[in-house]
């Protein structure tokens, strides 16, 4: 081991590894990413492979060899080499690792792979379907590894691999990104903070160094935002005015980007009462109408379904369990299923 290849260090494509989500080639002594579901995957002909990383933070990582999870939260919070797996059968293998946790607990600089005597082969194929995932917490699979909503929160339980928009990629065969962070909303925070909003970070590789994405980079054809809860935090109404002018300006952002892209505008699982019923028409009947009155059929409405604690469990601080992501990713893989005819 230790011989990390510096062309490796290449931009996506012309190194042999691929790059799935937001990533910045700009440091020459490795590659800097932060959001959840960040993804380095490589094909290799040998019988071993490790990693090395540079963390800045605490970040943890799900690792697949050919297909099957081999570690399930790798932890590379302490800088250095991480040994991923050895004494494989001579022969081609691909690896992946997933980010599991949001930049705003950490983000990361990857310094290449190695692959032992073996080698780094050319890139796998990339994947012609693309969906992009808009949130917070909930879209980022906060704690939805924690058994109940009294434990104590810790990175670590984190899962975006097991968030329902990765799930739902996954049975579409899409590459599936995910841009969100815990707490934000369209026009404000949980707290009302209105400098934590996701449309505030949406155009940023790494939100923490304020390093921009060039959006031509990567299409989806499907983007879904599954913001609003912390607008309407702890069940309060905010001036809707202001979020319906601040959700319609962060669509035609959206838009502006990815001209023939299918936005998908998503209520649930964590709203109930009043805000619930208000978010709702403020989403079908002012959001979603302004587009139509343009005749612009580029945006629809979804609901998740308010989870059921009782029947499946929830994770840290009430959030989503990973039951309940499974059955939201399959009522948002049937909407996408049968609007795109995939």
Known sequence: MGNFIKKQMLHDGESGISYIGRFDFSDP??????????????????????AKFQSFGPNYFTVILDDKIIMNSLDVSKDGVFVLAVNLIKGIHEIKMIKRNEFNVGYVKFLGFDFGDGELLSAPKRLERRIEIIGDSITCGYGNEGQNESVDYAPSLDNGYLSYGAIAGRSLGAETIIIGCSGFGIMQS??????????????MIVPEKDVRWDFTKWIPQVVVINLGTNDFSFGH????????????????????YYKNSKVICTVGPLMDGEALIVIKKCINNVILQHFYDKELDFVSFLEFEPQNKEQNGCGVGGHPSIKTHKIMAEKLQSKIRKMMNW
């Open 237 to 256: 109404i905010p001036d809707v005015d202001k979020f319906n002018k601040a959700y319609i300006r962060f669509i035609e952002e959206i838009h502006s």
């Open 190 to 203: 949980y707290v009302g903070d209105i400098s934590q909003t996701v449309p505030s970070r949406y155009s």
């Open 29 to 50: 002594d490795g590659i800097v990413f932060g959001w959840s579901c960040s993804t380095i995957v490589a094909m290799f002909d040998g019988t071993e492979v490790s």
